[in-house]
């Protein structure tokens, strides 16, 4: 006999299969690339310029670096995932001068009884050296390897205190769509190492982006100054 379930079981299966796939696309051409850093600039200058975040805008001059999501893809009909790709800018300490980018993926999944869609622009705080040490590693659990939090915003930013630089993370998020709240807990951040090696024309880690500083793209120029614009 068919039942409810049993219609909806293949349902369930092929949206999970579709959530999770997010993350894992095909790297393509560098243009695919070079959209990103423009969409990570447009998103990191619109979270400076947006009223409601002023707390971010005041304190993202702590953080060592920044991860920019320019779109986190999240939905759900009782099996729920979310993923989207971004780009890593880390502060020099010494000179201050913030790295080329490096592309990262974001992606989580979750059971339970929920419906509706999501998409939301991300920015990550990264504000500890650990937070920094696991961005080398290939993938990591936020709220598992490092310590995020949900920054303040609007109304919720009145108050606060540097105490909220405690975490290793500290993630806002602009969203719109049928969810209530969108969490990064529990989510796994890795590499995009072919994203990396279109983007540079050779194969190159992390690492040898950010610590080595082998590697430079001039299309960058425009997003890194956008980042070390907002943050002096």
């Keep these: 006999m068919i039942t409810r379930q049993s219609l909806l079981h293949p349902i369930v299966i092929g949206l999970a299969l579709f959530v999770f796939a997010i993350p894992q696309a095909s ?19 619109s979270f400076i310029a ?13 953080a060592k ?45 979750s059971f339970g009884l929920q419906f509706g869609g999501q ?21 990591f659990k936020l709220g598992g390897d490092v310590a995020v939090a949900a920054g303040p915003v609007g109304v919720r930013a009145e108050g ?17 769509g049928a969810f209530i709240g969108f969490s990064l807990e529990g989510a796994v951040i890795a590499t995009r190492d072919k994203w990396n090696e279109a983007y540079y024309g050779k194969a190159v880690s992390p690492v040898d982006i950010i610590v080595k ?10 997003l890194r100054a956008a980042v070390a614009k907002g943050t002096k």
Aim: glycine letters at 10%; hydrophobic letters at 40%; proline letters at 5%.
């Design 27 to 45: 790297a393509g051409s560098a243009a695919e690339q070079e959209a990103l850093v423009e969409k990570a600039r447009f998103t990191f200058e």
């Design 50 to 62: 947006d009223p409601d975040l002023s707390w971010f805008r005041d304190n993202v001059k702590e």
């Design 65 to 109: 670096a920044i991860l920019i999501f320019p779109q986190i893809i999240k939905g759900a009909f009782f099996v729920g995932g979310s993923g989207g790709s971004g780009v890593l800018l880390v502060r020099d300490e010494k000179t201050g001068k913030w790295s080329q980018p490096a592309f990262y993926t974001v992606g989580s999944g």
């Design 119 to 139: 998409a939301a622009e991300t920015v990550l705080m990264i504000m500890t050296p650990k937070g920094i040490k696991a961005l080398y590693s290939s993938s």
């Design 160 to 176: 606060s205190t540097p105490m909220n630089l405690s975490a290793d993370y500290i993630s806002f998020a602009r969203s719109k």
């Design 213 to 222: 500083g082998g590697v430079n793209n001039p299309q960058s120029a425009k």
